[in-house]
């Protein structure tokens, strides 16, 4: 099966623009997660997404949003960028066959955005 | 709230060495406990977890770790280090059930000298 993959893999963005991250899951992985890596604050969850719908959220501005599509892939989105927000953002998927059973979560290579 | 906490942030050990990367956690509930590497440029591999049963975990690349409730670690180890070892690692734990959400220590960055 072929890994997770994410797009682009570097992107360079200027304060104040936006930005949209893509994510495609494992084939038959139904859940995404997000996370934030910095020098600074190291590896930060983001959210996660199952079905189509929002299931958990970390401690991160609304400025950062994502959705996921009816095949699981998944977008991320910031929104006015700011200069802390340049980090290695990695997507993680799992299968979880159902509620209340924590899975392995498989990364993807990450997007690098740095933010001028 | 659940922390990890990894005990240096550097490591370096020669090759052939025992390698020993330490990992503690907090937790009020029964975790699930991982550890990921990460090669330059790359994302995060998973070598191993422990989620219920034995408390010594195999993983990849003949790395292993044990669960210890008592001392509530889980420290990764390898008998003899290679130089593709070099690497940074990183312990993770998730608590909440069935939430897909991990929280990580600051990772060990582990050099191995010729």
Known sequence: ?116 | AQSVTQLGSHVSVSEGALVLLRCNYSSSVPPYLFWYVQYPNQGLQLLLKYTTGATLVKGINGFEAEFKKSETSFHLTKPSAHMSDAAEYFCAVSIIQGAQKLVFGQGTRLTINP
């Open chain 1, 1 to 116: 099966k072929a890994g997770v993959t994410q797009t682009p893999r570097y992107l360079i963005k200027t304060r104040g623009q936006q930005v949209t991250l893509s994510c495609s899951p494992i084939s038959g992985h139904r859940s995404v997660s997000w996370y934030q890596q910095t020098p600074g604050q190291g590896l930060q969850f983001l959210f996660e997404y199952f079905s189509e719908t929002q299931r958990n959220k970390g401690n991160f501005p609304g400025r950062f949003s994502g959705r996921q599509f009816s095949n699981s892939r998944s977008e991320m989105n910031v929104s006015t960028l700011e200069l802390g927000d340049s980090a290695l953002y990695l997507c993680a998927s799992s299968y979880t066959p159902g509620q209340g059973f924590t899975d392995t979560q498989y990364f993807g290579p990450g997007t690098r955005l740095t933010v001028l």
